[in-house]
């Protein structure tokens, strides 16, 4: 036997506080009893009182509630065995951990990329129901953060981790992330995949367009999202404690401003049959994103054999309830006396 909210059963505790409560309140009433008459005397006088119904119905009470309380605790007796299948889309997303999505639009924290670990947390937390997940890495080279998994806890964790000093090719290679995360689909058909590319848009190198057209011959839908303005911001530099240092600048000595490349962003995910989005202050994208794909026909993955186990509060349930209905019918003066 096992409970599915054992902290009830604690309940069971206050039982004999209420026994002493009754066994006080009735050596008190005796004692006023015996005030005014002496006990036999009283009994003469209160013929038609039944001491034992009185005990019974308190009997009674006392069961039923413990009952109540096994019941609320939620025992479970008995097992079986149920094969659980998984049924979803596989989402990759790459996000852009380049310099540039450490600018702060509006000069105002936080930066690119914590908007977007923030709204992929919030996709994985409140959307995902039985989808496989994976994340991409990428700026001037990219890399597989985390494999297609529907250990969603674990992709999380993947995200925390996620920074700019995890690729240490700078720049913003778009290609270079549609080809890795295209391989981490390998085996997995030709249905139900989609990319998901966050960045601030500014491709440095590739031919991403036509890596996006061998995407789509494999069946992958290919999304964006455009973190940032098309006018720029400049890129903050921050030491390990946060403190602000200035702006990043080149070579020359000028400050370099991270600018939102929409342009490209589309072609991208029009040669993959998919949309472009321009991120906004509310970031609902994502979830504009996934209620597009939750139309899409679900894989199904492989199931799982898990072990049920039988619920059996009922049983306590009934047994209380039946014991408080009889309590109510037992009378409290002796039949010769009843009054009903």
Same mark, same amino acid.
Request: glycine letters at 8%; charged letters at 25%; a neutral charge.
């Given at each position: ?16 506080? @209420?026994?002493? *409560? ?13 005030? *005014?008459?002496?006990? =036999? ?15 019974? %119905?308190? @009997? ?9 309380? #096994?019941?609320? /605790? ?11 299948? %998984?049924?979803?889309? =596989? ?16 000069? %105002? ?11 992929? /947390?919030?996709?994985? =937390?409140? &959307? ?22 529907? +250990? ?5 964790? *993947? ?18 992330? #549609? ?34 057209? !061998?995407?789509?011959?494999? $069946? ?18 921050? +030491?390990?404690? $946060? ?5 990043? &600048?080149?070579? =020359?000595?000028? @400050? @370099?401003?991270?600018?939102? +490349?929409?342009?490209? !962003? ?12 321009? /991120?906004?202050? $509310? ?28 619920? %059996? ?5 009934? /047994? ?13 003066? &002796? ?6």
């Amino acid at each position: 036997m096992r409970f599915t909210a054992q902290w009830f059963l604690y309940g069971l505790l206050l039982i004999p506080a @209420v026994l002493v *409560f009754l066994r006080l309140t009735a050596h008190f009433q005796n004692r006023r009893i015996s005030a *005014f008459a002496e006990p =036999d005397l009283f009994r003469r006088l209160t013929p038609g009182v039944s001491q034992f119904g009185r005990k019974l %119905r308190w @009997v009674l009470i006392i069961l039923a509630l413990s009952l109540l309380i #096994i019941a609320l /605790a939620g025992p479970q007796i008995g097992t079986h065995s149920v094969m659980v299948k %998984r049924e979803g889309v =596989d989402i990759i997303l790459a996000v852009d951990t380049s310099n540039s999505m450490l600018a702060e639009d509006n000069n %105002r924290p936080p930066n690119r990329l914590t908007r977007a670990k923030y709204e992929i /947390a919030s996709l994985i =937390d409140d &959307k995902l129901k039985g989808d496989r997940i994976g994340i991409v890495a990428f700026a001037g080279d990219a890399f597989v953060q985390c494999p297609l998994t529907v +250990d969603y806890s674990a992709a999380k964790l *993947f995200l925390d981790i996620m920074s700019t000093n995890l690729i240490p090719v700078q720049g913003t290679n778009f290609e270079r992330a #549609i080809e890795v995360a295209s391989k981490a689909y390998k085996g997995e058909g030709k249905q139900q995949k989609v990319l998901i590319i966050i960045t601030d848009g500014e491709n440095h190198e590739g031919e991403p367009v036509e890596a996006a057209n !061998l995407a789509a011959e494999n $069946g992958i839908i290919i999304y964006a999202i455009g973190i940032g303005s098309p006018d720029g911001e400049p890129i903050p530099m921050r +030491d390990s404690n $946060g403190l602000f240092l200035g702006y990043k &600048k080149d070579p =020359d000595g000028s @400050v @370099v401003v991270s600018k939102l +490349d929409e342009t490209i !962003l589309r072609e991208i995910s029009k040669a993959a049959g998919g949309k472009y989005y321009h /991120a906004s202050p $509310g970031g609902n994208e994502l979830d504009l994103i996934y209620r597009d794909i939750s139309g899409m026909e679900k894989k199904e993955y492989e199931g799982k054999l898990m072990t049920v186990y039988e619920e %059996r509060f009922q049983w306590p349930l009934v /047994a209380g309830i039946i014991l408080l209905a009889f309590e109510a019918l037992v009378p409290e003066r &002796k039949k010769k006396y009843a009054i009903w």
